[in-house]
T-cell receptor, first 111, second 113 residues
Framework: RKEVEQDPGPFNVPEGATVAFNCTYSNSASQSFFWYRQDCRKEPKLLMSVYSSGNEDGRFTAQLNRASQYISLLIRDSKLSDSATYLCVVNRGTGGFKTIFGAGTRLFVKA | EAGVAQSPRYKIIEKRQSVAFWCNPISGHATLYWYQQILGQGPKLLIQFQNNGVVDDSQLPKDRFSAERLKGVDSTLKIQPAKLEDSAVYLC???????????FGPGTRLTVL
C-alpha cells in the first residue's frame, strides 16, 4: 500500500460544478499537509496548506481529518482554468522530515 | 524574487551514457530537493539536502545516481550509466529552514533511447 493515496480520476465536470478530491495517508506520524496543483508539462505549485481547523481560499476549501487520516480538497464553481492535476503532499518528521507526494488526481473542467 | 533555476530543460541520451542536471535554488533557501517524475505519476523524492548535508536519500538508486550540494547553494544530480527507465522529468525544489512549502523549478525532461 502506498503511503499517500489519491483517486487518479480523471474527474470530468462541467463549468460551475463542485468537485471534491480525497487523499489518504497511512503514517500517523505525518505532521503537515498540502495540496499542489500541476498543469500539463509544468512544475507543481503550492495551492494551499491544510490545517486541522480547515481552511478556505476563495473557491477552494481544504480539510484534514487526523483521526481518519485523510485530507480533502473542495473546489466550488469550477472554472475551465481549474483543469489540472491536484497532488496531495504529506510531510512527516521534524528536522529531517520526509515529503511524500500522492500520484495526483486529474481534473478536466468542460464548458 | 528569482525562482528555482534548472538546466538543461531537455536532454536526450542513449542508454549507458552519463548525464548531469544542475539546480540553483531560491536565494537563502536551506532545503533543496531532487525529484523524479515519471509520466502519469506524482513526483518521487530522490534526495533532500539541508544546507550541504543529506537529510534523506533513501530512494536514490545509489548504484547509478549521485547528487551533491557542496557549498550549500546549487546542486548537481548525475546519472551514470543511464537506463531506459530513467526517462522522466527531474524536478528540483527548494524551501526554507522548516522546509514546509516547496518551490519547484521548471524541471529537466530526460529521454533515454
Amino acid at each position: 500500500r502506498k503511503e499517500v493515496e489519491q483517486d487518479p480520476g480523471p474527474f470530468n465536470v462541467p463549468e460551475g460544478a463542485t468537485v471534491a478530491f480525497n487523499c489518504t495517508y497511512s503514517n500517523s506520524a505525518s505532521q503537515s499537509f498540502f495540496w499542489y496543483r500541476q498543469d500539463c508539462r509544468k512544475e507543481p505549485k503550492l495551492l494551499m496548506s491544510v490545517y486541522s481547523s480547515g481552511n478556505e481560499d476563495g473557491r477552494f476549501t481544504a480539510q484534514l481529518n487526523r483521526a481518519s487520516q485523510y485530507i480533502s480538497l473542495l473546489i466550488r464553481d469550477s472554472k475551465l482554468s481549474d483543469s489540472a492535476t491536484y497532488l496531495c503532499v504529506v510531510n512527516r518528521g521534524t528536522g529531517g522530515f520526509k515529503t511524500i507526494f500522492g500520484a495526483g488526481t486529474r481534473l478536466f473542467v468542460k464548458a | 524574487e528569482a525562482g528555482v533555476a534548472q538546466s538543461p530543460r531537455y536532454k536526450i541520451i542513449e542508454k549507458r551514457q552519463s548525464v548531469a542536471f544542475w539546480c540553483n535554488p531560491i536565494s537563502g533557501h536551506a532545503t533543496l530537493y531532487w525529484y523524479q517524475q515519471i509520466l502519469g505519476q506524482g513526483p518521487k523524492l530522490l534526495i533532500q539536502f539541508q544546507n550541504n548535508g543529506v537529510v534523506d536519500d533513501s530512494q536514490l538508486p545509489k548504484d547509478r545516481f549521485s547528487a551533491e550540494r557542496l557549498k550549500g547553494v546549487d546542486s548537481t544530480l548525475k546519472i551514470q550509466p543511464a537506463k531506459l527507465e530513467d526517462s522522466a522529468v527531474y524536478l528540483c525544489a527548494s524551501g526554507g529552514q522548516g522546509g514546509d512549502t516547496q518551490y519547484f523549478g521548471p524541471g529537466t525532461r530526460l529521454t533515454v533511447l
